[in-house]
T-cell receptor, first 112, second 115 residues
Framework: SQELEQSPQSLIVQEGKNLTINCTSS?????LYWYKQKYGEGLIFLMM?????EEKSHEKITAKLDEKKQQSSLHITASQPSHAGIYLC????????????FGAGTILRVKS | DAGITQSPRHKVTETGTPVTLRCHQT?????MYWYRQDPGHGLRLIHY???????DKGEVSDGYSVSRSKTEDFLLTLESATSSQTSVYFC??????????????FGPGTRLLVL
């Protein structure tokens, strides 16, 4: 969706390094969702954020929601090869009705 | 993991032939969705259903039709497949009990190649 921008498009990091992926909406959000996808597989739900300032963690992955900026950041601490994949953010809101829209995704590669 | 299966998982077909993809859920969720995923486009919604026999279009619905005769099954049909419909198709489900902020859970996907 053009209303949901993800950055960067791709990322290569050395194992053990931290990284951040951003997702910015041009429309008001109800919820912001993070998914992970491995090549050839379906999307795995990571977490959902609804309230401004909310922060959630899933193993070594932490996501925050900045309601004022309509932006979420996903942060991976001490990256591992198992973190490699495509990270997608999704959002719902009154603008989109009862639907999720998705960003184009961020491809993460972790070098050993 | 949410109980969602898709069949077939892989399909090769020829231009002009009809194709039907099936999504089956065991969660009794009200909402079901069909998406396609293409490089550079992320996930785009094709059609969705909010109940048995209740469906609506998404942003890329041209050339696709859907049917939902039972809560657990949501079928996506390509009436006459074209090469532009080569893609990976995902089904998703959601309870959507509150009308906002409901997580969608995805199936494993179907890879479709139209020659």
């Amino acid at each position: 969706s053009q209303e949901l921008e993800q950055s960067p498009q791709s990322l290569i990091v050395q194992e053990g390094k931290n990284l951040t992926i951003n997702c910015t909406s041009s429309k008001t959000l109800y919820g912001l969702y993070w998914y992970k996808q491995k090549y050839g597989e379906g999307l795995i739900f990571l977490m959902m954020l609804q309230k401004g300032g909310e922060e959630k963690s899933h193993e070594k992955i932490t996501a925050k929601l900045d309601e004022k900026k309509q932006q979420s950041s996903l942060h991976i601490t001490a990256s591992q090869p198992s973190h490699a994949g495509i990270y997608l953010c999704g959002a719902d809101g009154s603008y989109w009705g009862n639907k999720l829209v998705f960003g184009a995704g961020t491809i993460l590669r972790v070098k050993s | 993991d949410a109980g969602i299966t898709q069949s077939p998982r892989h399909k090769v077909t020829e231009t002009g032939t009809p194709v039907t993809l099936r999504c089956h859920q065991t969660e009794n969720h009200r909402y079901m969705y069909w998406y396609r995923q293409d490089p550079g486009h992320g996930l785009r919604l094709i059609h969705y259903s909010y109940g048995v026999k209740d469906t609506d279009k998404g942003e890329v619905s041209d050339g696709y039709s859907v049917s939902r005769s039972k809560t657990e099954d949501f079928l996506l049909t390509l009436e006459s497949a074209t090469s532009s419909q080569t893609s990976v198709y995902f089904c998703a489900i959601s309870p959507w009990t509150s009308g906002r902020g409901e997580t969608q859970y995805f199936g494993p996907g179907t890879r479709l190649l139209v020659l």
